[in-house]
């Protein structure tokens, strides 16, 4: 998402030079004194100034029809536990995930098991399409697979979409010129 605006400013302003810095982990802006960090609407502390450069997301789970045919289809998120799914290591605190519901203001987290345990949301798509199990997804990048039917969304009404991705900065007074030009690119494009 930041990488088109970027691309656009280095058109506009081939003298600027941009260092990108891609963690997994959830790094302290100031302390390593970065102009801006890029993290989902839910992650940014509140004493920085956020700017929308994304769509609402959506997690969901996701299977191969022919593990659904053999295995049923989850009409709860508590189903899960008679599931093989792929657990999911988070890279930012190194824990296992413990997938999220929510339905009517009822909030439900399930801790599943399966045969793999991943942190990369390719793998994790793979492994749904080969069978393995069940796995939780971004949505978007899960589409081509539902569209093309090799894999089946389960559970959507208990996936409600969530804050996107911002570019958020500390609130100082003088930015330099090449950040402020890149928050106008990035105004510009903005996301609803």
């Known amino acids: 998402m930041l990488w088109p605006a970027l691309l656009r400013l280095n058109t506009r302003y081939p003298d600027i030079k941009v260092e ?4 997994p982990a959830l790094v302290d802006i100031v302390t390593g ?37 053999d295995h049923g289809v ?4 508590q189903d899960l536990t008679h599931h093989r799914c792929c657990s999911i290591r988070l890279q930012t605190s190194g824990g296992l995930y413990a997938w999220e ?35 939780m997804v971004m949505e978007d990048m899960a589409a081509p697979f539902i569209a093309d039917g090799r894999l089946v969304p389960v559970l959507e009404d208990w996936s409600p979409p969530f804050s996107g991705y911002h570019l958020y900065y500390p609130n100082r007074r003088h930015p330099s010129p090449a950040f402020a030009a890149l928050l106008e690119e990035l105004r510009a494009n903005a996301h609803p």
């Not at 990108?20 to 963690?23: D, F, L």
């Not at 839910?42 to 659904?68: F, N, S, T």
């Open 101 to 135: 519901f929510e339905r009517d203001g009822r909030r439900v987290n399930v801790h599943v098991d399966g045969p793999f345990v991943l942190n990369d949301s390719h793998l994790l798509i793979d492994a749904a399409l080969h069978g393995v199990g069940l796995a």
């Open 33 to 69: 004194q970065y102009d801006a960090g890029v993290r989902l609407g839910e992650q940014i502390a509140r004493d920085m100034i956020a700017l929308r450069i994304g769509p609402d997301l959506r997690r969901i789970v996701v299977g191969c029809p022919a593990y659904l045919a």
């Open 20 to 23: 990108v810095s891609i963690e």
């Open 74 to 77: 989850p009409a709860e998120p």
